[in-house]
C-alpha cells in the first residue's frame, strides 16, 4: 500500500499533471493558430475585438448571466468555483507544491476549505441530478456528460473523509490512494474530454467569430473542388 | 401542378438519391479545406458541454418541447459526423469499432432539423462555450445544398437571381419595375404633394439602392417613404436597372451563392460609379452585404454598405430631415429583426426615429440583442409549405410579445420579418395589429414645409419642360 501511494503520489502523479499540461498547451497553441490563420484567410479582416473581449469576460466572470435561469446557473458557478478554488489553495496541498514544484500558493482556512468541499460535492450531485431528471437534457447528454462529474466528485469526497478520519470509515492510506488515484486520473482525462474548456473557454468567443470571416475565394474555391464552376443552379 | 409529396418538411426539387452520405461528406470535406469551419468545428466538439442552457432561448424549443429542437441537439447532428469523418480518433474509431456510420436516414434527419432553425443565434448568448449554433446551422445547410437538398423556395428564386433573365428573386422585369416607381412617384404627388423621384441608373451617385425586391411589389408605403426621405435630405441616390435586389438567399443555404450574389451587387455598384451600397428596409439583406461585402469583394476596399434606416437616424440626427412630433397616436412597437439587431448593429437608431415621432411607444421585452425572433428567418419564410409551424411554432412566442404590448401598429423593418409578422398575427388572432416598415410611418409624420408642389402647378411644369 505505502508503495502503491507513493507512486501514485510521485512518478504518476507527475505524469498526469505533465500530460494535462502539454495536452492543454496543445489544444491552446493548436487553437490561436487556427485563429491566427483564419483571421489572415478572411476576406474582411475587420474584427471587433473589443466585443469579443467583453463577451469573453463576461462568460469567465459571468455575474450578468446568472439572471438566467438562476438555479442552475449559481449551483454551476458554485461548482466551478469549488473545483478551481479548493485543489489549488488546500493547505495540505501547498505542502505538496511547495516539496514537489518548489514554491506554493497562498492557503485557505481549513473551515473555509471544509464547506467549499461540502459545496462543490453537492453542487456536483445536483448537477448530476438536474441533468438526469430532465428526458430534454437526458436526450442531449452523451456518456461523458454523466460520468465525468461522477469522477470528479470523487477526489473531493475522499479528500473530506481524508481529514476527517473521526468518520470515515476506511483507513487513511487507502482514501489518500483513492484521492490521489482519481485526481490523476482526472488529470489525464481534462485534455482529452469536454473539460479542456479549462484552457479553450477564452478562445471560444474568437473562433466563433473567425467562422464567420469567410476567406474571400472560399466559395469559389468550393466550386472547383466539387467540380461545379460551370455547371447551373 | 401539384407537388408530390416532399421526403422532408419542405419541398425540394429532384435529385439524385444515389450514395448520398459519400457524396456528403466528400462536399463537407471541399468545404473545410477551403474555408474556416473546421478550426471552429474543432474546438466545439472539444468544448461542447451539453447543458443544455440553450434550450431555454430558442423559441421553437419554448413552443414544442421537443428535444429535437434544442439548438445543441441540432448541432451534435453535425458535430457528430465531423468527429467521425473528420477527426483522427474519430477514424481510429471507425476502423476499431462498430462506430457511428453516416446513412440516408442520418441525412435526412439533419436536412429536417436545420431547416427547422430559424437560425436567430438568439442561443449563442446563452452558451457558456460559446457555440453559435447559428454558424452550425448556416454550415450545415450548404453542405446539405451540394448534395442539392435545399428548400425549392429558396432555390428557385436564387436561380433566378443568379442565372434568370431578370436577375431578381421576384422575376420582375425592368420595364415593370419603372412602372411600379413611376406609380409610387404619382401617389407620392397625389397624397402628399411631394415631386419625389426614384432615378434610375444614375452615374456617380453617393448611394446605390438594393431592397429586397419584393417590396416593389408588396411595400409601396415603405418604397415611398424611402423616396421622400430621400428627397427631402437632397440624397445623391439611384436605382441599377442591371441588379436591384438586395435579397441574398445565400446566406440561407451556401457560401457560394452568398460570395455571388454580394458580387453582383459590389458589380452593379462599380458600374454606376456609385460609393456606396444602400440597402433598404430588410434584415437578412443588411446582414449580407454589411458583413459578406467586404469578404467577398475586397475587404476594405469594397464599397461601404449603409442601411437606410441609418441613413434615415444620421439625417434625423444632422436635422436635414424634420419630423413631427407625436404624429403617430395610436400605440407602435418594434419587432428588432435578428440579422441586424443580433450584434448590436441597427437597435437604437430606429427606436430614436420612432420616438421622434410616436406619441405611445412601447418596447417589447426582451428586446435588441436579446430578442425574439419572428420564427421566419433562416429563410423559412419563404417555405410557404411550413407556414403551420413557422406561425403556430417558431412564432408563437414573437406573437405573445405582440399581444402583451397592445400596439395597433407593428414596426418590422424587414421584408421577410414582415411577411411573417403578418401571417403569425393572422394565425393567433391578432388582426387588429398593422405590421407595417419603419419608413411607412416616417413618410405620414414628415414636416414636408418648402418641398410640397401643388399638382396643378407641377403639371404645368411638366408641359414646359416638354
Known amino acids: ?233 | 401542378m401539384t407537388q408530390k409529396k416532399s421526403r422532408y418538411n419542405y419541398y425540394t426539387e429532384d435529385f439524385d438519391l444515389s450514395n448520398r452520405p459519400e457524396r456528403f461528406l466528400r462536399a463537407f470535406a471541399a468545404i473545410l479545406q477551403h474555408t474556416n469551419y473546421g478550426y471552429v468545428l474543432d474546438t466545439y466538439i472539444r468544448t461542447s458541454t451539453k447543458c443544455s442552457r440553450c434550450a431555454t432561448t430558442c423559441p421553437v424549443f419554448q413552443s414544442t418541447g421537443d428535444y429535437h429542437h434544442i439548438p445543441c441537439y441540432r448541432s451534435e447532428l453535425l458535430f457528430k459526423i465531423y468527429r467521425r469523418y473528420f477527426t483522427f480518433s474519430g477514424l481510429l474509431k471507425g476502423r476499431l469499432t462498430n462506430a457511428f456510420k453516416l446513412t440516408d436516414e442520418y441525412l435526412d434527419e439533419l436536412a429536417d432539423a436545420v431547416y427547422q432553425c430559424t437560425a436567430c443565434r438568439r442561443c449563442k448568448s446563452a452558451c457558456p462555450m460559446g457555440i453559435d449554433h447559428g454558424l452550425v446551422t448556416h454550415l450545415a445547410r450548404w453542405a446539405l445544398s451540394e448534395i442539392d437538398i435545399i428548400p425549392k423556395a429558396l432555390l428557385v428564386a436564387t436561380r433566378e437571381q443568379l442565372e434568370g433573365k431578370t436577375k431578381n428573386t421576384s422575376a420582375i422585369p425592368v420595364p415593370a419595375l419603372k412602372d411600379t416607381c413611376e406609380f409610387l412617384e404619382e401617389e407620392l404627388m397625389d397624397i402628399f404633394h411631394l415631386p419625389a423621384k426614384f432615378p434610375f441608373d444614375v452615374e456617380g451617385a453617393e448611394y446605390v439602392f438594393f431592397p429586397a425586391v419584393s417590396d416593389y411589389l408588396l411595400e409601396p408605403d415603405t418604397l415611398m417613404g424611402n423616396a421622400a426621405v430621400m428627397h427631402v435630405t437632397n440624397g445623391s441616390w439611384t436605382i441599377g436597372t442591371g441588379f436591384f435586389d438586395g435579397i441574398n438567399y445565400g446566406l440561407f443555404y451556401s457560401d457560394r451563392m452568398l460570395d455571388r450574389i454580394v458580387s453582383n451587387v459590389v458589380q452593379e455598384t462599380i458600374r454606376l460609379k456609385g460609393k456606396k451600397i444602400l440597402i433598404g428596409e430588410c434584415g437578412h439583406a443588411s446582414r449580407s452585404a454589411k458583413f459578406f461585402v467586404p469578404t467577398f469583394c475586397g475587404g476594405d476596399k469594397a464599397p461601404p454598405v449603409v442601411n437606410i434606416m441609418e441613413y434615415t437616424h444620421k439625417c434625423l440626427k444632422d436635422g436635414t430631415l424634420k419630423l413631427i412630433p407625436d404624429s403617430i397616436k395610436e400605440r407602435v412597437t418594434y419587432h428588432d429583426p435578428c440579422n441586424i439587431a443580433r450584434s448590436g448593429w441597427i437597435i437604437n437608431q430606429p427606436r430614436e426615429i420612432l420616438e421622434a415621432i410616436c406619441s405611445d411607444f412601447v418596447d417589447m421585452s426582451p428586446m435588441g440583442k436579446n430578442n425574439y425572433c419572428c420564427g421566419g428567418g433562416g429563410g423559412t419564410v419563404s417555405i410557404d409549405e411550413i407556414r403551420q409551424f413557422r406561425t403556430g411554432i417558431g412564432g408563437k412566442t414573437k406573437a405573445d410579445q405582440i399581444k402583451k404590448t397592445g400596439a395597433k401598429y407593428l414596426v418590422a423593418p424587414c421584408a421577410n420579418c414582415k411577411k411573417q409578422l403578418a401571417e403569425v398575427c393572422e394565425d393567433h388572432g391578432l388582426e387588429d395589429v398593422e405590421v407595417v416598415g419603419l419608413h411607412d410611418l416616417i413618410i405620414k409624420s414628415m414636416d414636408l414645409t418648402g418641398f410640397t408642389v401643388e399638382t396643378e402647378e407641377e403639371e404645368v411644369d411638366n408641359g414646359s419642360d416638354a
Open chain 1, 1 to 233: 500500500m505505502d508503495q502503491m501511494l507513493e507512486f501514485a503520489r510521485g512518478p504518476l502523479f507527475r505524469f498526469s499533471i505533465l500530460f494535462m499540461i502539454l495536452g492543454l498547451l496543445r489544444h491552446l497553441i493548436l487553437t490561436i493558430i487556427a485563429i491566427t490563420k483564419g483571421i489572415r484567410s478572411a476576406g474582411d479582416k475587420n474584427i471587433n475585438y473589443k466585443n469579443l473581449f467583453i463577451d469573453t469576460l463576461g462568460w469567465i466572470l459571468p455575474f450578468k448571466k446568472m439572471s438566467e435561469r438562476m438555479l442552475f446557473s449559481i449551483t454551476s458557478f458554485l461548482f466551478h468555483i469549488g473545483v478551481i478554488l479548493t485543489p489549488l489553495f488546500l493547505f495540505s496541498h501547498n505542502q505538496l507544491w511547495k516539496r514537489g514544484l518548489g514554491f506554493s500558493l497562498p492557503s485557505m482556512n481549513q473551515s473555509i476549505a471544509n464547506v467549499l468541499t461540502i459545496v462543490t460535492i453537492i453542487a456536483i450531485y445536483a448537477l448530476i441530478i438536474a441533468r438526469a431528471s430532465s428526458k430534454d437534457s437526458r436526450a442531449i447528454s452523451r456518456l461523458q456528460d454523466f460520468l465525468l462529474p461522477v469522477i470528479i466528485s470523487i477526489p473531493f469526497i475522499t479528500g473530506y473523509l481524508a481529514s476527517h478520519m473521526q468518520i470515515n470509515p476506511f483507513t487513511y492510506k487507502a482514501t489518500m490512494l483513492l484521492h490521489v488515484m482519481s485526481s490523476n486520473f482526472i488529470f489525464i482525462l481534462i485534455p482529452i474530454t469536454k473539460l479542456s474548456h479549462i484552457v479553450l473557454l477564452p478562445t471560444t468567443q474568437f473562433i466563433a467569430e473567425v467562422g464567420w470571416h469567410f476567406p474571400a475565394d472560399s466559395g469559389k474555391n468550393v466550386a472547383t473542388a466539387l467540380n461545379k464552376e460551370n455547371v447551373p443552379i
